[in-house]
């Protein structure tokens, strides 16, 4: 632990340069509210901070910058734990107030609107099928050869998934008559059912007088519906480019976000590891060493089911982010309990 003047002008340290982004110096820090000393004191007392690890130096006459540990210690012990202004929480309101559709659209507009208020790139994951259950069925003739299965779930998601029918039909392909009786065989034995009990309910026999057609693509749709869990949704991405110097970086970060099942898994892992804030290092990932992020997780019916949260430069306004995401993930959760 800092004593109260070392933890003062670590603070004061850290809130300049998130909002300068240039080395600050002691001259600055000594007219901060809460430090009220030389600057002498400052100096000696910035050394000391960078002596353990808490502040770095760029070069040898400029000032002193946090490091991933001043970070750390920031938002452990000095962040105001902060409220949306009125502004912001009156467009969170406004914002879910209005809100409907299909729950695709209404996560990736969530993104967005979390990138908004704290300038930041967001990402939110949805909430897992199993929470949901089968609405509705529906099978689309692309060609003779290749259909789309479409499900649409209580939760307001809309399901995808491409039937390959080439192999299983006779030379004359799938008619479409065929495709709407193997639609209808399907809502009759998924309408209120779990998507994942999809391969289960679908034997592989249909009602008798079916064609043979018929039989292929319900068979069909049983062995490629892979329908994917985890749905990330990702708002802010262009604000990426001017929030590090260094290009490689920028096309690091976004080249990460681009992969769904490693963002989705990393921000799981932030939360079973306890964390609310990962700086740098601590998202184990190289291309995130200049970057932090934040989360929380939102709930339906007091249950937790996906996750909201906003990466950053580590340098990001952390009483911000956490006020945003705390707000935003909760009226989120809100709004999906209410259905």
């Not at 392909?173 to 009759?188: C, F, P, V, Y």
């Not at 309910?201 to 007088?209: I, Q, S, T």
């Not at 043979?212 to 892979?226: F, G, N, P, W």
């Not at 490693?262 to 200049?290: F, K």
């Amino acid at each position: 632990m800092l004593d109260d003047r070392k933890a003062s002008i670590l603070r004061a340290v850290v809130e300049e340069y998130i909002h300068s982004a240039q080395p600050v110096g002691s001259g600055h820090i000594a007219a901060a509210p809460g430090v009220e000393v030389s600057s002498a004191t400052v100096r000696n007392d910035m050394a000391t901070l960078e002596h353990e690890g808490f502040l770095a130096q760029p070069h040898t006459s400029a000032g002193r910058i946090p490091t991933q540990a001043g970070y750390r210690y920031y938002v452990d012990h000095l962040a105001v734990r902060g409220t949306l202004d009125r502004a912001s929480a009156q467009q969170v309101r406004a914002f879910f107030d209005r809100t409907h559709g299909e729950l695709e659209q209404m996560l990736t507009d969530t993104s967005r609107l979390l990138s908004g208020l704290t300038g930041t790139a967001a990402v939110v994951t949805g909430p897992p099928h199993e929470t949901a259950v089968v609405r509705s069925v529906q099978i689309v003739g692309l060609t003779s050869r290749l259909a789309l299965l479409v499900v649409v779930l209580s939760n307001g998601a809309v399901e995808k998934t491409t039937i390959e029918l080439d192999g299983v039909l006779d030379a004359d392909g799938a008619s479409e008559a065929d495709l709407t009786r193997a639609g209808a065989h399907l809502q009759r034995h998924l309408v209120g059912r779990h998507l994942d009990e999809l391969a289960a309910v679908l034997g592989p026999d249909v009602e008798p007088g079916s064609t043979s057609a018929v039989a292929a693509i319900v068979a069909a749709a049983r062995a490629s519906a892979s329908l994917d869990d985890d749905h990330l949704y990702v708002g802010g991405t262009d604000r990426m480019a001017g929030a590090f110097e260094a290009v490689e970086t920028v096309r690091e970060v976004l080249g990460l976000l681009e992969q769904q099942l490693v963002v989705v898994t990393l921000l799981r892992d932030v939360l079973d590891r306890g964390l609310q804030v990962a700086i740098g290092s601590e998202t184990g990932m190289a291309p995130l060493a200049e970057c932090a992020l934040v989360l929380a997780p939102y709930e339906i019916e007091g249950e937790p089911v996906g996750t909201v949260g906003v990466l950053g430069p580590t340098r990001m306004d952390y009483a911000q982010a956490l006020a945003a995401v705390a707000v935003v993930s909760k009226r989120l959760g809100r709004r999906l309990s209410e259905g």
